[in-house]
């Protein structure tokens, strides 16, 4: 099946400094990029999305941006806080399927104070 | 609006035995996505439904999983028998069927198996 590559799989950083994770898929038809932030026990939930007709998406600290043409998208995290530290995954839309979706393996932040 | 509903949180049960595992969906979500999360594989797509129909069951692992949807309101995975292997957290999500909605996942099932 199709599928999508994210790293790094995991990644440390001190408080204030920006945290970048990157993401690759295959379905050249996936039109559909969402960010999902999964704390310990909790079920993930979304942080922030991007379609395939904007190549950036900023909200407050967070930003996404997307490469159509190379097939990968990022999520960028500035001015980091502790309570930033959490797994990330990123997905893609699975074509002609409606709305389901491809995640990544996941990347576990953690900030350090 | 409550979200999405999973019963029950945490399962434990014996190798053979069979589970039972229910998902409500948000009011209105018109998708209702199973998902089986665990440390090797990470988040798996196993089935999904659109208006109650199964579209999409080609992620479900085994003959000894099935899943139903019944009503707008209600679904089912079911393992039947169970084995150790299955130990995961299995996920449920909906989502509405405009093209600005989004996937909301429940609290997720921990289910061990011994």
């Known amino acids: 099946g199709e599928n999508v590559e994210q790293h790094p799989s995991t990644l440390s950083v001190q408080e204030g400094d920006s945290a970048v994770i990157k993401c690759t898929y295959s379905?050249?038809?996936?039109?559909?990029f969402p960010w999902y932030k999964q704390e310990l026990g909790k079920r993930p939930q979304l942080i922030i999305d991007?379609?395939?007709?904007?190549g950036e998406k900023k909200d407050q600290r967070i930003a996404v941006t997307l490469n159509k043409t190379a097939k990968h998208f990022s999520l960028h995290i500035t001015e980091t806080q502790p309570e930033d530290s959490a797994v990330y995954f990123c997905a893609a839309s699975i074509s002609n399927s409606g709305y389901a979706l491809n995640f990544g393996k996941g990347t576990s932040l953690l900030v350090t104070p | 609006d409550a979200g999405v509903i999973q019963s029950p949180r945490h399962e434990v049960t014996e190798m053979g035995q069979e589970v039972t595992l229910r998902c409500k969906p948000i009011?209105?979500?018109?998708?209702l996505f199973w998902y089986r999360q665990t440390m090797m594989r990470g988040l798996e797509l196993l089935i999904y439904f659109n208006n109650n129909v199964p579209i999409d069951d080609s992620g479900m692992p085994e003959d000894r999983f099935s899943a139903k949807m019944p009503n707008a309101s209600f679904s089912t995975l079911k393992i039947q028998p169970s084995e150790p292997r299955d130990s995961a957290v299995y996920f449920c999500?909906?989502?509405?069927?405009?093209?600005?909605?989004?996937?909301?996942f429940g609290p997720g099932t921990r289910l061990t198996v011994l």
């Open positions: 999500a909906s989502r509405g069927s405009g093209r600005k909605d989004t996937q909301y």
């Open positions: 009011s209105g979500h018109d998708y």
């Open positions: 379905d050249s038809a996936s039109n559909y």
């Open positions: 991007i379609r395939s007709n904007v």
